[in-house]
């Protein structure tokens, strides 16, 4: 195979050149290497391969912390500088925001970083026990996607949780049957480690007695999951603290269910939430609406700045979470009876299928001064489509976990309902990742 040079990376992290009329998407090359590939699939006009020799080297590339980087499925960046990743996550927003919304922020917003290692809080680690191995493996299935990677440690997983994933392997291979437990769901919290075994069949008494000695051993709290997300319960021990996490420069404490939606990085959203605030400007006595808004995490932020908020969110289960939490953090309409006004805002909350939303249900919910939009990787293109002169807001700012739907989001917002896009960044919520999680600020002339 003749030698290419790597021009540019992928959202993925991929290394892309081009040889004999074709992409070349190249797992573990970097920008400006020459290399030779193997390709493990061919198309018409692409190939998917991996590096097979470096004869050129980035000086962007550093040594993987991790022993089965390339192997395992959760990282695809260790190969390269954290601070040279998040650059290269701002060259793909940046691209995306002009090859498919046809934008261009007028200013691009410094990245915000976060420690590059042991920062992950929430996961779903794989548990299959391997008759070849004769051991139970857990942890992040394979790049492929088959199989479970051979892994004793993990470095983006808080340190206690990575040092616990042999022992739990361990632990399965006592069990009755070495087949009943598929999964195991993580969530940290500032004053518990939670961990949620997804069982296929009833578990038996002497299982019982194993989760218990573990969970005393290692300080943590098991739950259980049978089937769906409603069968998530308590197992062990009852009297563990509740997971939650805080905002501290809003005085909020977040209670959550270890199957609730939260970010990975808790630190991380501390520093993204103060620039969504920042960015948004909430003042006493604006209306405010926060669009998808999950549990809470912006919402009540926005109401501790004295604006009125409506949180919408399309499950029933996070809309009842947020409300005991905005009761929680005393910024329900019942904790501003108790209190007066006072120039401190309050928060409700309301269900409502965004992604089938239309310019008759947004009037409905009447005007609002701005919006905060956090959606899903789906983007929020029915809700932006519903906007009018009647209801548009003055500024909009936009989360997104997705740079190619923030890019299609923009286009509209910008060439069909007349924003202009001032400001937008990344912010590295997965480092050794090729996630690219962003913020924008659209504003009306």
Not at 57 to 82: A, D, I, N, T, Y
Not at 410 to 420: D, N
Request: proline letters at 6%; charged letters at 20%.
């Amino acid at each position: 195979m003749n030698p290419v040079i790597i021009e540019s990376l992928d959202h993925e992290g991929r290394g892309i050149a081009h040889a004999e009329g074709k992409v070349i998407f190249i797992e573990g090359a970097l920008t400006g290497e020459c290399v030779t590939y193997s390709a493990y699939r061919k198309k018409n006009n692409y190939e998917q391969a991996k590096v097979e020799r470096i004869l050129k080297q980035s000086f962007m590339r550093v040594l993987p912390k991790c022993p089965v980087f390339g192997v395992c499925g959760g990282c695809s960046m260790q190969h390269l500088e954290v601070r040279a990743q998040v650059a290269v996550k701002q060259r793909v927003l940046e691209d995306n925001l002009q090859r498919i919304g046809k934008v261009k922020p007028e200013v691009m917003l410094p990245p915000i970083y976060g420690q590059a290692w042991g920062y992950r809080e929430r996961a779903r680690l794989s548990v299959r026990h391997v008759l070849k191995k004769g051991k139970t493996l857990v942890g992040f299935r394979e790049q492929n996607g088959k199989y479970v990677a051979d892994m004793s440690h993990c470095e983006i997983l808080t340190p206690k949780i990575a040092s616990l994933l042999p022992l739990l392997g361990e632990l399965n291979e006592k069990f009755t049957a070495k087949d009943i437990l598929p999964q195991i769901e993580v969530a940290v919290g500032e004053q518990v480690d939670v961990l949620v075994l997804r069982i296929l069949q009833a578990l038996t008494p002497s299982d019982e007695a194993l989760i218990k000695q573990f969970a005393d051993t290692h300080k943590v709290q098991f739950w259980t999951q049978t089937k769906g997300p409603e069968t998530v319960v308590p197992f062990y021990p009852l009297d563990a603290p509740p997971l939650s996490y805080s905002l501290p420069e809003f005085g909020i404490t977040m209670p959550f269910a270890p199957t609730e939606f939260t970010q990975v990085n808790s630190a991380m959203n501390r520093l993204m939430v103060s620039r969504a605030m920042r960015l948004l400007a909430p003042q006493a006595g604006e209306r405010i609406a926060d669009f998808f808004c999950g549990l809470g995490n912006f919402t009540l932020p926005i109401a501790r700045s004295g604006a009125q908020v409506l949180g919408v969110e399309g499950s029933d289960a996070l809309v009842k979470r947020a409300r005991q939490n905005a009761a929680r953090n005393g910024l329900d309409k019942d904790s501003l009876s108790h209190r007066g006004r006072g120039g401190v805002g309050v928060a409700t909350f309301q269900e409502m299928n965004l992604f089938g939303m239309d310019e008759a249900m947004l009037s409905k919910l009447g005007h609002f001064d701005k919006w905060l939009v956090d959606p899903p990787r789906d983007g929020a293109i029915e809700l932006l489509r519903s906007i009018s002169d009647m209801n548009a807001p003055r500024r909009i700012v936009y989360v997104s976990c997705s740079p190619s739907t923030l890019a299609r989001d923009a286009e509209v917002l910008v060439h069909s309902k007349g924003y202009t896009l001032k400001a937008a960044g990344v912010m590295n919520m997965f480092p050794q990742t090729s996630h690219v999680e962003s913020i924008a600020l659209f504003e009306l002339p």
